[in-house]
């Protein structure tokens, strides 16, 4: 492994671990994101506790932290399976965030934004696969979870250099969510 992979993996980390929606919670005066709804740092529950402006901030600085690092790896040269362990590493950052005792969200958004470098016909889909589960079920945690399932399958049509990265994101991802899984087998999910 290169000095610039470790680089990029180490960046990936730190920018992921970094927290919007703490400090903005607290900046609002509003409840603290992990002592509230999910107890999720995450923008669907900065929803729950905060309302819409404050959530997608945090959606918005969520999945920067995720695109930046990764297009810049991909700018520097690294490609393939070395972009899939920068974006892995910036998801571990927002899970695992070195800043906030280890406790983070599941980095839907993360990983989201980690994979918009791919290119705008794998984002559209992503999204669109996301608002019409989320339409259908109001279940965040359904709409996350089917997206990530489908996202190696649209990777392989756009981009199949890059399917086994995104594959190894989505399966981190899908690990994250295994209570909500369990919510959900259960039928005692919350939708939003």
């Keep these: 492994m290169t000095t610039w992979v470790v680089f990029y993996i180490l960046v990936a980390y730190f920018a992921g671990a970094i927290s919007s929606a703490i400090p903005l919670c607290r900046i609002l005066n509003k ?3 992990r002592a509230e709804g999910s107890g999720n740092p995450g923008a669907t529950n900065v929803l729950r506790v905060a309302g819409k402006v404050p959530a997608l901030t945090v ?6 932290k995720g695109a930046i690092p990764t297009y810049l790896a991909y700018l520097h040269g690294l490609h393939d ?3 899939g362990l920068v974006a892995i590493s910036a998801c571990i950052g927002h899970m695992y965030p070195i800043y906030y005792r280890f406790e983070g969200g599941k980095a839907v958004a993360t990983a989201l934004g980690a994979m918009l470098p791919i ?11 996301w ?3 989320f339409r259908l079920s109001r ?9 990530l399932i489908f996202a190696p399958f649209y990777t392989y049509l756009y981009k199949p ?15 994250k969510h295994k ?3 369990v919510r959900l087998l259960k039928g005692i999910e919350k939708p939003v």
């Design 31 to 33: 409840p603290d994101p």
């Design 59 to 64: 959606l918005l600085f969520d999945v920067l």
């Design 81 to 83: 399976w070395t972009l």
């Design 119 to 129: 290119g705008w016909p794998l984002a559209i889909s992503l999204l669109a696969t």
């Design 131 to 133: 608002l019409l589960v």
């Design 139 to 147: 279940y965040s945690s359904l709409a996350a979870l089917t997206t």
């Design 161 to 175: 250099e890059f399917t086994v990265a995104v594959s190894m994101l989505s399966v981190l991802i899908i690990v």
């Design 179 to 181: 209570s909500n899984i």
